[in-house]
Antibody, heavy 117, light 108 residues
Framework: QVQLQESGPGLVKPSETLSLTCTVS????????WSWMRQTPGKGLEWIGH???????TYNPSLKSRVTISGDRSKTQFSLNLYSVTAADTGMYYC???????????WGQGTLVTISS | EIVLTQSPGTLSLSPGERATLSCRAS???????LAWYQQRPGQAPRLLIQ???SRATDIPDRFSGSGSGTDFTLTISRLEPEDFAVYYC?????????FGGGTKVEIK
């Protein structure tokens, strides 16, 4: 059974960088898209972007200028960096596995990130 | 991007009743790539249905999906206590994937 677990700070100051890591266990990295999603009061559920097992990345155009997703195959981890955050970025952040068709079949439990000084 | 509008916002029903949830897309969803998710309080969304009507692994057959083009429906034939939750539709036919705003199914 595939399991995903998010980790990272729960509080980030405005204008700084939100950094989260997702650790994957119980499954192969190959053949899937490893994704970040968030759920905010303002925009609801929102796809942030993904990284493939060949380390290609695709981002939501609405966030593309502020996002980097990277991976570490040796640790079966992938990470999210969201730059220049504001209060509007406050919400639950989830990592998830997507089939190439982009349905999300396994999710982490989520981590709450608050943007505040 | 394709905008998904779900209705109603809240559905108040009793256990055993039938629930009908709607998802309308701002433009036709390519290949009918439309999925439904269930989110219980404090949990991540769970994939219920993909490709309009194909149930995901271990999803009971009281959940069914239908529709095409821009209008889609999730039906729960007889509500069980664990079905009271929020439901989201998602389109994955055109990038970026997008989600609807959700329908909350609450106990009447």
């Amino acid at each position: 059974q595939v399991q995903l677990q998010e980790s990272g700070p729960g509080l980030v100051k405005p204008s700084e960088t939100l950094s989260l890591t997702c650790t994957v266990s119980g499954g192969s990295f190959t053949g899937y898209y490893w994704s970040w999603m968030r759920q905010t009061p303002g925009k609801g559920l929102e796809w942030i972007g993904h990284i493939t097992n060949t380390w290609g990345t695709t981002y939501n155009p609405s966030l593309k200028s502020r996002v980097t997703i990277s991976g570490d195959r040796s640790k079966t981890q992938f990470s999210l960096n969201l730059y220049s955050v504001t209060a509007a970025d406050t919400g639950m952040y989830y990592c998830a596995r997507a089939a190439p068709d982009q349905t999300f079949d396994f999710w982490g439990q989520g981590t709450l990130v608050t943007i505040s000084s | 991007e394709i905008v998904l509008t779900q209705s109603p916002g809240t559905l108040s029903l009793s256990p055993g009743e039938r629930a009908t949830l709607s998802c309308r897309a701002s433009q036709s969803v390519p290949n009918n790539y439309l999925a439904w998710y269930q989110q219980r309080p404090g949990q991540a969304p769970r994939l219920l249905i993909q490709g309009v009507s194909s149930r995901a692994t271990d999803i009971p057959d009281r959940f069914s999906g239908s529709g095409s083009g821009t209008d889609f429906t999730l039906t729960i034939s007889r509500l069980e206590p664990e079905d009271f939750a929020v439901y989201y539709c998602q389109q994955y036919g055109r990038s970026p994937v997008t989600f609807g705003g959700g329908t909350k199914v609450e106990i009447k």
